[in-house]
């Protein structure tokens, strides 16, 4: 199982991308998929994740509240890649982002373990 976070860089506060996340490797529609961001100096931290349908979006009690409002996650099934939308970017966005899957199909919990993960990519933002 293999997965490939692009599409970071560098941004002007208020700018935006769009990260991807190429997976390979495993049926991709029947996983979850997660995003994750770590800041220098700091603890990775869950963004938010969507099931393996694209039904259902998740998000992280513990992210401000304003990430909600500003990135969006969804799949496309037929490329197996999921994507993260960041709109609005702020300096605080700054991070290395990082998309992983669970071992289980068809599962998400709030606090499930990810078994396979991303390389990562810089997003830095600038004010």
């Known amino acids: 199982v293999q997965l490939q976070a692009s599409g970071g860089g560098l941004v002007q506060a208020g700018g935006s991308l769009r990260l991807s996340c190429a997976t390979t490797g495993f049926i991709f529609d029947d996983y979850a998929i997660g995003w994750f961001r770590q800041a220098p100096g700091k603890e990775r931290e869950f963004v938010m994740a969507?099931?393996?349908?694209?039904?259902?979006?998740?998000?992280?009690?513990s992210v401000s509240d304003s990430v909600k409002d500003r990135f969006a996650i969804s799949r496309d099934n037929a490329k197996n890649t999921v994507y993260l939308q960041m709109n609005s970017l702020k300096p605080e966005d700054t991070a290395v982002y990082y998309c992983a899957a669970p071992s289980l199909k068809y599962y998400y919990t709030p606090n499930m373990r990810y078994e396979y993960w991303g390389q990562g990519t810089q997003v830095t933002v600038s004010s």
């Open positions: 969507i099931n393996w349908s694209g039904e259902r979006t998740y998000y992280s009690d």
